[in-house]
């Protein structure tokens, strides 16, 4: 193992050891598993049957269903027996929080439980206690005691169990010790699970879920490293991003956390966490999952990826690249978005509105929307018009030189060419670099030479690197790139260019999260720019399984810029709207959470920055709030707590008007800003 997987450079799956749950078998090199979980109330049998039913049909291979109580857990049986009464023998798992009797009769019934290593024993009160060496191995005696017994059934009956750490719901004593970071989620996991190999009882699989990439990102990798040092093998890992949203949000958001670990082979079972109906889910899991089906090495006429011997920056916690400014690119710069209008021909203001900027004749005035690309590269075209004031071309170098206007007009080069250019730029050159491309024979270091040994430093230092790969390992192969910049300590801004030849829009979303995504993750990136190729930019139109199209409202060019935005929203590099966690709700949940997020999003989608957490229950509720600025948390049917960061500041208000609450609290938080006045022109 290297670091915390297989391979840095070309995709090699981490072995896990081998789980069986019912007949499905999990880790050690089998498919990666796609699941969901139920939101019916678990006491309506036939409704959670239905339910689970649709998941089934729509492909998922695992089904979870929530056990809040003995009664629910109880009830599991019947929802099992209809089900296989009915032919269907997909496994189920058990959801449990808080109730080790429901876990241990649950565990006799389905072939998975999930427990919460952060409530199973624990109960939360939020509670800063020091604890001295002595009184924390007296805790770890007591989760011993209550967690062993669960083990001992499940070895009994060849139920498998999922240690489900959640970021939002650790337990006060891991909090006091390590709070609420990667390592703390991890050693949360880690007590459990030593238990659980003391009565040798190796039917375990890991998560380590969180709201924020980041952070769901390193607990992953960190869990790993320490599996792997501690046993010397590694348990199958469950990847999700919890409380993802709901549409292009929630997708990109798990695609950016949990395709970052797939690129790296990490991950034996997906499950996307939307506040969508669970069968929604799984084409969503599918698309994540299909990127790998077809990873082994092409026939190629170059050498494999150079190997990385040194890493050069920190996979377990987040630093960006230290960079100079170039312009607005780079140094302290949140990283720019560059819009690729380049196959619209004859440019006029109008197509402007795809790139974030909309012209309004009358008062002869651009209003600036808070997702405006800061450059658009037009390839050959020059404009007649005059620009919204914030914004940059980019352009061929031929059509750079004729331009007259140089001030706003900036060149790109291949490496090549800008070694061998007459003319470039003082002010600002865009230097592409292509990364171990599958397509040629080049296979070392040729492109970053070029640049290296063109002209002299002054205007090298005037340069963007752009970065791009069509290796089938395109994201290794950038990232081995950016690992070189560093060895040969350039810190010239870097744009990472990825282009999508998928065809429905929620595989082109995937797929910019994931590339994108994974390198913003590991602080490489001063900017992004998302293309397609033409055979992509063709298809357009096409729906993905879940009948969504980006065609319905959108132009190719607008969704592009749109998902630029929430990309860098997701990595949390440039917050660019309203930031919403909401749980994809499960049996547990005390409202309507689709309606409610949705009620929620349109009267609060222009605080930009504001992050909202609406959640269907207190399981995560109070806990999420450390990630969030304000809560909206089902308390009771009916009934809404508000938070305010952790500080409950409304409780049990009625939830016909707990979003007119939520407002009031908005407005006394002074964060509120009227609808009206946030137009900017
Ligand atoms: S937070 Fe949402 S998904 Fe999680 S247990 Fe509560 S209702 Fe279910």
């Known amino acids: 193992m290297q670091f915390y997987c297989e391979s840095l450079t070309e995709y090699k799956r981490l072995k896990t050891r081998e789980v069986m749950i019912g007949d499905l078998l999990l880790g050690n090199f089998h498919p990666i598993r796609v699941q969901t979980m139920t939101t019916t109330d678990t006491m309506d049998t036939m409704g959670t049957v239905e339910q689970s039913i649709r998941c089934i049909e729509a492909g998922a291979e695992l089904i979870r269903i929530t056990a809040p109580s003995k009664r629910e857990a109880e009830n599991l049986l019947n929802i099992k027996n209809e089900l296989r009464k009915r032919g269907y023998t997909t496994p189920l798992v058990a959801d449990i929080h808080f109730t080790p009797n429901a876990a241990e009769i649950a565990a006799r019934i389905v072939e998975k439980v999930r427990v919460n290593p952060g409530n199973y024993v624990d109960k939360k009160k939020f509670e800063i206690i020091e604890y001295s060496d002595a009184e924390y191995q007296e805790e770890i005696d007591r989760i011993r005691e209550r967690f062993t017994p669960l083990v001992k059934i499940c070895k009994e009956y060849g139920t498998t169990m999922r240690i489900g750490t959640n970021h939002g719901s650790l337990s006060d004593r891991i909090m006091s010790r390590y709070g609420d970071t990667p390592i703390g989620m991890v050693e949360s996991a880690m007590e459990f699970l030593r238990i659980a190999r003391v009565e040798n009882y190796h039917q375990v699989v890991l998560s380590m879920k969180s709201s924020n990439p980041q952070v769901m990102v390193h607990a992953y990798r960190l869990l790993v490293k320490t599996m792997f040092n501690e046993f010397g093998e590694c348990y199958p890992l469950h990847l999700g991003v919890t409380e993802a949203g709901d549409g292009e949000d929630g997708r990109i958001k798990s695609a950016v956390g949990t395709g970052t670990l797939l690129e790296d082979g990490l991950g034996d079972t997906v499950r996307v966490s939307l506040t969508e109906d669970p069968e929604l889910e799984i084409p969503v899991c599918k698309d994540l999952v299909k990127r790998y089906e077809h990873r082994e090495p092409a026939v190629i006429s170059r050498e494999p990826i150079p190997p990385v011997e040194k890493l050069t920056y920190d996979p377990f916690s987040y630093r960006r690249r230290e960079t100079f400014a170039v312009d607005n690119i780079g140094g302290k710069h949140v990283p720019v978005v560059i819009a690729d209008l380049s196959r619209?021909?004859?440019?006029?203001?109008?197509?402007?509105?795809?790139?974030?900027y909309t012209y309004n004749k009358a008062m002869d005035k651009w209003k600036i929307s808070d997702a405006a690309a800061d450059y658009i590269f037009i390839g050959h075209q020059k404009l007649d018009f005059e620009l919204p004031g914030t914004l940059k071309l980019i352009v061929y170098p031929a059509t750079w030189q004729e331009a007259a206007d140089k001030k706003n007009y900036f060149p790109v080069f291949s490496a090549k060419g800008f070694n061998e250019a007459e003319v470039v730029s003082t002010k600002m050159n865009f230097v592409m670099i292509d990364c171990f491309n599958d397509d040629t024979s080049i296979n070392d270091f040729t492109d970053l030479d070029y640049f290296l040994t063109a002209r002299d430093q002054s205007v090298r230092n005037n340069s963007i690197i752009c970065l791009s790969s069509t290796n089938k390992d395109a994201m290794p192969a950038v990232r081995r790139m950016y690992i070189e910049l560093m060895n040969r300590n350039i810190k010239n801004p870097v744009i990472n260019i990825v282009d999508s030849n998928w065809q429905t829009a929620d595989e082109h979303l995937i797929h910019y999260a994931t590339e994108a995504g994974a390198l913003l993750l590991e602080g490489m990136g001063d900017g992004i720019c998302l293309g397609m190729t033409g055979e992509a930019y063709t298809a357009q139109g096409k729906r993905?399984?879940?009948?969504?199209?980006?065609?319905?409202n959108e132009t190719v060019e607008q969704f592009i810029n749109n998902t630029a935005f929430s990309i860098l929203q997701a990595t949390r590099t440039r917050i660019s709207k309203t930031e919403y966690i909401s749980c994809p709700s499960c049996g547990r949940t005390l409202f309507d959470l689709q309606e409610?997020?949705?009620?929620?999003?349109?009267?609060?989608?222009?605080?930009?920055?504001?992050?909202?957490?609406?959640?269907?229950?207190?399981?995560?509720?109070?806990?999420?709030?450390?990630?969030?600025?304000?809560?909206?948390?089902?308390?009771?049917?009916?009934?809404?707590?508000?938070?305010?960061?952790?500080?409950?500041?409304?409780?049990?208000?009625?939830?016909?008007?707990?979003?007119?609450?939520?407002v009031n609290l908005l407005k006394e938080s002074e964060v509120w800003i009227e609808p009206s006045e946030v137009k900017i022109s």
């Open 344 to 356: 619209i021909g004859n440019i006029a203001p109008q197509h402007l509105q795809s790139a974030g």
């Open 544 to 552: 993905n399984a879940s009948g969504r199209n980006y065609l319905n």
């Open 596 to 662: 409610t997020t949705a009620r929620i999003r349109e009267v609060t989608n222009h605080l930009k920055g504001v992050k909202i957490a609406i959640m269907g229950c207190i399981v995560n509720g109070p806990g999420e709030m450390a990630d969030a600025d304000f809560g909206y948390v089902g308390s009771g049917p009916g009934k809404i707590t508000l938070y305010r960061g952790k500080e409950v500041v409304k409780r049990n208000v009625n939830n016909k008007v707990a979003v007119e609450e939520l």
